[in-house]
Structure formats: structure tokens, C-alpha cells
């Protein structure tokens, strides 16, 4: 969850209408240099509400066997879901739930905040605490999780649910994890983040983005409290290790997503969509500032968004990456 998400729990909601730019493709009578590409959003869609009266979403993850989205109303302590035959109802109780992400089993991953913890749910509904603790010490309020291709999690852990309840802090930073659910093997990839929040691997997983929110008046290191925020894109080995940066976007978010074309698509005041080596393609305006976004439907190319109180989508040309 972004630095503004709290603040933005009681905020009004801006109440403008959806708008999206769609840029019209090319002619084959044009000069390639001369035309505009083509938008990415689907031919005359817009931004549709689906749900509304929450208190703040986040964390979309489409169920495609069950044909819904499910996604966090963090404060009211809620998992949630929305189907187009059933509509919005209630997944589950949580605790504080935030990110949430299919395992390669198809079962629910969900960082929890008040929580504080890392945990599954197994196919007869139970909860399976994955990870609590590091080194013996409990985390902040892990934020957000991406699965890799080997079964791997890799998930942030900020600090934002652990400020918003005036809970001392245990592990003296807040670091980026990749945990082995298999063997309960966990490893700290990165330290030198302020703030990191949304983390998605691309298609191929030989690239991990992370977001950072940016520095905080209340951080613990004084040198990271002016950081801007951005969003690293990390090298990542074929065994899985974490490697250099290859480039860095001069903008923060708050959850991601890609496209099968590697196209990613970010949150901060509205969706943003960069190619795959941080170049800005185009926005979509959303009603109410969107926390995170993922791709669903039977094609995959709804864009589900979860944006302060409600959850909106909008139909891409181009299908996502499914969990």
C-alpha cells in the first residue's frame, strides 16, 4: 500500500468520470515515423465500476477456475470477490489482508498486515501460516507477493500497516524477501529500498520490478527519508538469484502487473503503462486513485483495478499474465 493509502481511507472520492484516450492505429498509407501506436486498451471500452462502499482495496487476483477476482478491503479486515454472475460479496475474514497472488497449485497467497505475516489458503479453506518471522523476529506488515516460475515467493515487507496500529518495529528495516515454501527457507534480496511495495516478475522471469513508495519522516534510517520513489527492474538468474539493476523509473507505485508482451502496468494517481524497459506508452484515468491492478477473465484481458472504495475494470487488447 502506498504512503497516501492511509490518508486516503477517509479522503472524499473524486468524482470524475472515466477517461481514456485511445489512439487510433496505424494506416499502411502512413509513414511508420509519423503515426502513433496503437492503444493498448481495447477499441471504445472505458473504465466501468463494478462494486463500490468499501473502505480501501487493493490486491486483485483473478480465480480462474471459479471465474472471480478477489482482492483486499484492508481496513474492514476482509478478503472480498466479485463474479459477473454473482457480484460482490465476501471471500473470507482476514487480518488486514493487502497483496494477494495464485500459487502454482492455484491456491491463495495473501500478505497480511495486522497479521504481520505471509499465509495460504489450502483448497479445503484452511490457512497455512507461511512465513511470520525473520531470524526470530516478526515483520513490519508484508505488503505485496509475486510467485516464480520455480514456486518461490517474493514479497515486500514496509512498514505501513505496523505504523497505522503504533506497533514497535522488530526487524530493523524495511527489506524485500524471497521465501522457499517448500523447505521454509527465507532470504532478504534487498535492503536499500525506503519504502517497497508493489514487486511482479516479468513473462519470462528474467526480470523482477519492485516499487518504492519513497521516504517517510518516520523512517528509521535518516538517509533513506527524502528517497523518491521509483521502480527498480532487477536482472534475475536462471537459478533465481537477484541480480544488478538494469534500470530505474523515476516514479513510484503502489501494486503492478505485466502483459504477456511484457508491457507494465503501475499505480500511482492513475494506472501508468511502461514497455518492458520503463518507456512510457499511455495512462488510464480512474475515478478514484487506483492501489493495484491484475488481469483476469476468460482471456485474460480484463484489467481488474482496485481504487480506494471500489473495484473497476476495463477491457485491454493485450492479455495479461495469469497468476
Request: aromatic content about 8%; overall charge negative.
Amino acid at each position: 500500500m502506498s504512503t497516501r493509502g492511509h490518508s486516503h481511507w477517509s479522503c472524499m472520492l473524486l468524482a470524475l468520470p472515466a477517461l481514456i484516450l485511445v489512439l487510433p492505429a496505424a494506416r499502411g498509407d502512413e509513414p511508420a515515423s509519423l503515426v502513433e501506436p496503437a492503444s493498448l486498451i481495447e477499441p471504445g471500452a472505458k473504465v466501468v465500476k463494478l462494486a463500490g462502499d468499501m473502505k480501501f482495496t487493493e490486491g486483485p487476483v483473478w480465480l480462474p477456475a471459479e471465474k472471480k477476482v478477489v482482492f483486499s478491503d484492508i481496513p474492514n479486515s476482509k478478503l472480498m470477490q466479485w463474479s459477473e454472475s454473482d457480484g460482490l460479496s465476501e471471500f473470507r475474514a482476514s487480518e488486514q489482508s493487502n497483496g494477494n497472488i495464485l500459487d502454482l497449485e492455484g491456491r491463495l497467497i495473501t500478505c497480511q498486515h495486522s497479521g504481520r505475516n505471509l499465509v495460504r489458503t489450502e483448497k479445503d479453506g484452511s490457512l497455512t501460516v507461511l512465513a511470520d518471522k525473520y531470524e526470530g523476529q516478526r515483520f513490519n506488515s508484508p505488503n505485496d507477493v509475486a510467485v516464480r516460475s520455480d514456486g518461490t515467493l517474493w514479497f515486500t515487507d514496509p512498514p505501513w500497516g505496523l505504523w497505522g496500529s503504533n506497533q514497535p518495529a522488530e526487524v530493523p528495516g524495511h527489506w524485500v524477501y524471497k521465501l522457499d515454501p517448500a523447505t521454509g527457507k527465507l532470504q532478504v534480496l534487498v535492503k536499500d529500498l525506503a519504502m517497497p511495495n508493489g514487486i511482479v516478475f516479468s513473462p519470462d522471469f528474467k526480470r523482477l520490478y519492485i516499487a518504492d513508495t519513497g521516504g517517510h519522516p518516520r523512517h528509521p534510517d535518516p538517509q533513506m527519508r527524502e528517497l523518491p520513489g521509483s521502480i527498480r527492474c532487477y536482472e534475475v538468474s536462471e537459478t533465481g538469484e537477484l541480480g544488478k539493476v538494469l534500470f530505474t523509473i523515476p516514479q513510484g507505485s503502489d501494486g503492478m502487473a505485466v502483459d504477456q508482451r511484457g508491457n507494465l502496468y503501475t499505480t500511482s494517481g492513475k494506472v501508468h503503462i511502461y514497455d518492458p524497459d520503463g518507456k512510457p506508452l499511455e495512462q488510464i484515468e480512474v475515478p478514484e486513485g487506483p492501489a493495484n491492478v491484475c488481469f483476469g477473465g476468460d482471456d485474460f484481458r480484463t484489467l481488474f483495478i482496485t481504487a480506494r472504495t471500489s473495484l473497476y475494470s476495463v477491457r485491454m487488447r493485450v492479455a495479461g499474465t495469469k497468476p
